[in-house]
C-alpha cells in the first residue's frame, strides 16, 4: 500500500523538478533588458500612451460574453453530431436526439437576436444617437 503512495511521491517531486530546472533555465538563458522600454508592461513595439487605468466600454464585454457562448455551443455540438449517427441506430432515440439538438441550437439563435435587436453587436455608435438615448 506505501508503494502506491510512493509513486505518487516520486512523480511529484520529478515534476516538480522540471518546473524548477525550467524556470532556472529560463532566467539563464532570456535575455536580460533593464532600460525603459523593457520595463514596460506590454512590449508590442509602440509607445504607450496615457495611463493604463481608464474605463471600457462595456459593449466590449458583451461582445465577449456572447462569442463565449456561441464558442460553448459549438464545444456542445461537435460531439453531439458526433454521436449522432450511432443514435439513429437505437429505435426511438435519434429522433429525440435531433429535437434536442435543434432546441439547443433554437435557444442560441433567440439569445442572438434578443441582444442583435438591442443594438449590443454594434461596435461603434456615434453619441446621442437613438439607441443611447433610450439607456
Keep these: 500500500m506505501h508503494f ?14 522540471f518546473v524548477f530546472a525550467i524556470v532556472l533555465l529560463g532566467t539563464i538563458i532570456r535575455p536580460k533588458r533593464d532600460t525603459d522600454v523593457g520595463l514596460e508592461p506590454y512590449e508590442c513595439g509602440e509607445e504607450a500612451v496615457g495611463d493604463a487605468w481608464f474605463r471600457f466600454d462595456i459593449r466590449y464585454y458583451t461582445v465577449a460574453l456572447v462569442y463565449l457562448v456561441f464558442a460553448v455551443e459549438i464545444a456542445f455540438l461537435f460531439p453531439w453530431a458526433r454521436v449522432l449517427k450511432e443514435a439513429f441506430a437505437e429505435p426511438g432515440i435519434g429522433g ?3 429535437l434536442e439538438g435543434f432546441l439547443f ?3 442560441l439563435l433567440l439569445g442572438l437576436a434578443y441582444v442583435w ?5 454594434e ?5 446621442g444617437s ?6
Design 123 to 127: 461596435w461603434v455608435r456615434s453619441f
Design 105 to 107: 441550437v433554437l435557444i
Design 130 to 135: 437613438k439607441n443611447d438615448s433610450e439607456q
Design 4 to 17: 502506491d503512495y510512493a509513486n505518487i511521491l516520486v512523480f511529484l517531486l520529478a515534476g516538480g523538478f
Design 96 to 98: 429525440l436526439a435531433v
Design 117 to 121: 435587436a438591442k443594438g449590443d453587436l
